[in-house]
């Protein structure tokens, strides 16, 4: 029997909450939209922890270092929900990724994958554009950070954003078994929305993984660092066969607010990697100057 499951990923929205009661309220219903597609795995985009930047108020979700803050201080109420979510359905949900502050004043762009069995894996964000590095003052997160999370039914690794862009990260997480990639991502104009799912077909082709792409959508103008949000989810596949000839598993409508659902079969997935019309993952190492480089290391969530 093939090994199939059915994957979310979310066009979110940014709401202006007035209370931390709204935001679980928000984030339970969005659950239970997926789980009524029978979805496994829920995938939530960068930097939407960023509408808990009103919970402080206008003034503070309108300064940004004092969002940045408002959001640290709050991530904590952020994993208290998800991972109550994530037990109580028998799902794993990557909670959208937010600003941690950290004790010498920096901070890191943090995603956390909430697994049923109640462990909770962490990734930082190590590719930083522009504007995270200035004005944002967020600095990259340790290279050692680089992992695979073994959910039991699959093998996942997480890029953010910017990160999908550059191919040996992903390279990385595919060599250390990763069988789908995601890539939360947080974009302000079309050309971002297109980068980063240039960068999902591309890093699908080249490993012949699964990769998912989850955006925040919409305008949040209460919020000046995130104003503006251009995207659509997606879920792709090498280009080969048994998959859509494009590669395009699932695609959303853009800046709509949805849930994009698609169905994955891993074992052809493996069958593709040795028997397709092409082997990009295993003919990686004939590219000259191609390896090795350090790899990711494996983290059991089960």
């Given at each position: 029997?093939?090994?199939?499951?059915?994957?979310?990923?979310?066009?979110?929205?940014?709401?202006?909450?007035?209370?931390?009661?709204?935001?679980?309220?928000?984030?339970?219903?969005?659950?239970?939209?997926?789980?009524?597609?029978?979805?496994?795995?829920?995938?939530?985009?960068?930097?939407?922890?960023?509408?808990?930047?009103?919970?402080?108020?206008?003034?503070?979700?309108?300064?940004?270092?004092?969002a940045i803050d408002a959001v640290s201080?709050?991530?904590?109420?952020?994993?208290?929900?998800?991972?109550?979510?994530?037990?109580?359905?028998?799902?794993?949900?990557?909670?959208?990724?937010?600003?941690?502050?950290?004790?010498?004043?920096?901070?890191?762009?943090?995603?956390?994958?909430?697994?049923?069995?109640?462990?909770?894996?962490?990734?930082?964000?190590?590719?930083?554009?522009?504007?995270?590095?200035?004005p944002w003052k967020v600095r990259a997160?340790?290279?050692?950070?680089?992992?695979?999370?073994?959910?039991?039914?699959?093998?996942?690794?997480?890029?953010?954003?910017?990160?999908?862009?550059?191919?040996?990260?992903?390279?990385?997480?595919?060599?250390?078994?990763?069988?789908?990639?995601?890539?939360?991502?947080?974009?302000?104009?079309?050309?971002?929305?297109?980068?980063?799912?240039?960068?999902?077909?591309?890093?699908?082709?080249?490993?012949?993984?699964?990769?998912?792409?989850?955006?925040?959508?919409?305008?949040?103008?209460?919020?000046?660092?995130?104003?503006?949000?251009?995207?659509?989810?997606?879920?792709?596949?090498?280009?080969?066969?048994?998959?859509?000839?494009?590669?395009?598993?699932?695609?959303?409508?853009?800046?709509?607010?949805?849930?994009?659902?698609?169905?994955?079969?891993?074992?052809?997935?493996?069958?593709?990697?040795?028997?397709?019309?092409?082997?990009?993952?295993?003919?990686?190492?004939?590219?000259?100057?191609?390896?090795?480089?350090?790899?990711?290391?494996?983290?059991?969530?089960?």
């Amino acid at each position: 029997m093939s090994r199939c499951l059915v994957i979310a990923a979310a066009q979110y929205p940014l709401d202006e909450l007035q209370s931390e009661a709204q935001y679980e309220d928000k984030i339970s219903h969005w659950v239970d939209d997926a789980l009524a597609a029978d979805a496994k795995l829920l995938v939530f985009p960068e930097y939407g922890a960023m509408e808990l930047a009103a919970l402080a108020g206008p003034e503070v979700a309108a300064d940004l270092q004092g969002a940045i803050d408002a959001v640290s201080e709050r991530m904590e109420l952020q994993a208290a929900v998800h991972a109550k979510l994530a037990a109580a359905h028998g799902v794993t949900i990557v909670a959208a990724s937010g600003p941690v502050r950290h004790g010498d004043g920096s901070a890191t762009n943090v995603a956390r994958v909430f697994h049923p069995s109640g462990k909770v894996g962490e990734y930082a964000k190590l590719m930083m554009t522009p504007w995270e590095r200035d004005p944002w003052k967020v600095r990259a997160g340790a290279a050692s950070g680089l992992q695979v999370f073994d959910l039991g039914f699959a093998r996942v690794g997480l890029v953010i954003c910017y990160d999908i862009e550059f191919p040996l990260l992903s390279r990385a997480l595919a060599e250390a078994g990763a069988e789908i990639i995601l890539a939360p991502s947080n974009t302000e104009t079309e050309h971002g929305y297109w980068r980063v799912r240039t960068g999902c077909m591309a890093r699908a082709l080249e490993n012949q993984v699964y990769t998912v792409h989850s955006p925040t959508v919409g305008p949040a103008p209460w919020c000046p660092p995130v104003e503006m949000n251009v995207g659509a989810a997606g879920v792709y596949a090498a280009s080969d066969k048994g998959f859509p000839a494009g590669g395009v598993m699932a695609l959303g409508e853009l800046n709509k607010p949805q849930w994009v659902f698609a169905e994955v079969d891993l074992d052809l997935l493996a069958e593709v990697r040795q028997s397709g019309g092409v082997q990009t993952y295993n003919h990686w190492y004939e590219q000259p100057g191609a390896g090795p480089f350090p790899g990711a290391r494996v983290t059991d969530l089960t």
